[in-house]
């Protein structure tokens, strides 16, 4: 799983840096159409950056572990956040997320995709967005 997040140009007007240990967080972020849960790890922020080297938790019913750094800025954008992690999924939401339909079949019982996905030859579903 790969994510960008650009957020339109801001200075800060003070420094200021944020440390803090997650433990068991839930996370709400419309950019992964799914409720993140479990989060646990260590998180920065400083001024406009983002940063933590190893995040761990569940989503989709599977677990995940995830990094988050700065991104490439530029124009008008002063913030980008990268979230790279790997991780399994599975249960209810899985063919909603991807874009299979619930229970509809078509065929010789194979699910038939409501929108394109992609998939990389080991069957792992990247994702990459931007806000």
């Given at each position: 799983?790969?994510?960008?997040c650009?957020?339109?140009?801001?200075?800060?007007?003070?420094?200021?840096?944020?440390?803090?240990?997650?433990?068991?967080v839930?996370?709400?972020w419309?950019?992964?159409?799914?409720?993140?849960?479990?989060?646990?790890g260590?998180?920065?922020?400083?001024?406009?950056?983002?940063?933590?080297?190893?995040?761990?938790?569940?989503i989709?019913?599977?677990?995940?572990?995830?990094?988050v750094?700065p991104?490439?800025?530029?124009?008008?954008?002063?913030?980008t956040?990268?979230?790279?992690?790997?991780?399994?999924?599975?249960?209810a939401?899985l063919?909603?997320?991807?874009?299979?339909?619930?229970?509809?079949?078509e065929?010789?019982?194979?699910?038939?995709?409501q929108?394109?996905?992609?998939?990389t030859?080991?069957?792992?579903?990247?994702?990459?967005?931007?806000?």
């Amino acid at each position: 799983m790969s994510s960008a997040c650009g957020c339109p140009t801001r200075r800060a007007a003070h420094d200021y840096r944020v440390r803090t240990r997650l433990r068991s967080v839930s996370v709400d972020w419309p950019v992964l159409r799914a409720p993140v849960t479990r989060v646990t790890g260590d998180f920065e922020i400083h001024n406009l950056e983002f940063r933590a080297n190893s995040l761990r938790g569940v989503i989709l019913d599977g677990p995940f572990e995830a990094s988050v750094q700065p991104g490439p800025v530029g124009g008008d954008v002063s913030t980008t956040i990268l979230v790279n992690g790997s991780g399994r999924a599975a249960g209810a939401l899985l063919p909603a997320y991807i874009g299979l339909p619930r229970h509809s079949h078509e065929g010789h019982g194979r699910l038939a995709p409501q929108r394109p996905h992609r998939a990389t030859r080991d069957g792992h579903i990247g994702l990459r967005a931007s806000m």
